[in-house]
């Protein structure tokens, strides 16, 4: 797996939107963070168009990635946001270019399948705040701090207190390369060739607005590919925007363990990554350590 090479001073970031569209102010407001970082930020053409809900035509979304992935002078590619519309783009990449100088790619959401083909063409990508999120909580909100801090080279280390789902937590340590992202949409490319799922890899996941009974069949559908027979440790991250459905078997979280509970594997609930404020980065490809304890959840990659 590349990692890219961590930011310098006067180094070149890319905002632009390879899915929903999104208005003009939120991306200025990221891109004068960045530029307090002293790097030069540039918008790209097609960053704030407006076709349907999506930030322009496919045409003009992959032009914007295109151009940034083959820009050697690109250090950083900041996504505005998610939404939908990613899924167009993977099969349309040329990855050539930033294979021969690897560069940063920040999001989530729906971004998890530019991560996920980035991945598949063996390079290491952020799963963390966007545009957006940098743009309403600002340059002081620990999750944008601790992006800048991994940028700049700073290892990745969480000491996470254990709350809410304890008892649903399975002890352990793990070791492996961290994959994963947005459920719903990881399980949308499940099968295909950009969602490789690494042996022994560390599996995430996180979504918004997914009813309990659909996020239940995306995770029998993981336990039918055979995902959990390989992996070596999960991490259940936020689930918002949702109502409990009493009709179900059991609570969304409770339902999870159930399925996940017939494996060895450690498992931790709550961690602090999805589309919550606690949007904690992770570098998506890199090898990572997990360690589940009865109060305590760390997690490394160095």
Known sequence: ??????????????????AGKIDSEPVEKAADILRDW?????????ALCRTGRFSGFVEQRLSDL????????????????????????PDKLDFTGIKQHPKWVIGYSDITVLHAALQNNGIMSVHGPMAKHFADEGPADISVRYTKALLCG?????????????????????????FGGNLSVFCGILGTKFAKIPKNGILFIEDIGEEPYKVDRYIHQLKLAGVFERISGFMVGQFTDY????????????????????????????????????????VMGK??????????????QI
């Open 243 to 282: 109502t409990e459905d009493n009709d179900m078997y059991a609570a969304l979280h409770e339902s999870i363990a159930q399925v996940v509970g017939e494996y060895n594997f450690p498992v931790c609930f709550d961690f602090p990554v999805g589309h919550v404020k606690r949007n904690f980065p992770l």
């Open 154 to 178: 700073e290892p990745l280390i969480y000491d996470i207190p254990v709350t809410n789902y304890a008892r649903l937590n399975n002890e352990g340590i793990a070791v492996g390369r961290l």
């Open 287 to 300: 090898r990572a350590k997990l360690s589940v304890k009865e109060n305590q959840i760390i997690f490394k």
């Open 38 to 46: 002293k790097l030069k930020v540039e918008v790209s053409e097609n």
């Open 1 to 18: 797996m590349f990692q890219p090479p961590k930011l310098k001073i006067g180094d070149k970031a890319v905002i632009l939107s390879p």
């Open 66 to 89: 295109q151009k940034a992935m083959d820009d050697p002078q690109v250090k950083l590619i900041l996504c505005s946001r998610g939404g939908y519309g990613a899924m167009h783009l």
